[in-house]
């Protein structure tokens, strides 16, 4: 699948279940494309564990210390930790 398969995947998540099946191989096919990428321990962690914005974070921090750029992954991760957000305000009744 690739990136722009995955983001639309993500954006028709219309609940966390939903969500966690459009992540579903992204590991694996975000280390095929970019090897360096097995190497992040940290950010593999957070998006196993669905912890998108922490991913995006991990993601910067991961970038900045090897130099280099993973820019599908990086799009992937920012649209499943906007999604997540999304869902998370959409479950949130108003005060």
């Known amino acids: 699948m690739n990136a ?8 028709r998540a219309g609940n966390y279940d939903d969500l966690h099946d459009a992540m579903q191989g992204f590991l694996d096919e975000a280390e095929a494309r970019y ?3 097995s ?4 950010l593999k962690a957070c998006i196993g564990g669905s912890a ?5 974070d991990e993601l910067k921090r991961y ?4 130099g280099e750029t993973y820019p599908d992954a ?3 991760v920012e649209a499943a930790a906007a ?13």
Do not use: C, Y
Request: aromatic fraction near 2%; avoid cysteine.
């Open 52 to 56: 998108f914005a922490s991913a995006v």
């Open 35 to 37: 090897p360096a990428l």
């Open 39 to 42: 190497q992040a321990g940290r």
């Open 74 to 76: 990086q799009r992937v």
């Open 63 to 66: 970038q900045t210390s090897t």
């Open 83 to 95: 999604k997540h957000a999304a869902l998370g305000d959409a479950s949130t009744p108003p005060s």
């Open 4 to 11: 722009d398969e995955r983001i639309d995947g993500i954006n």
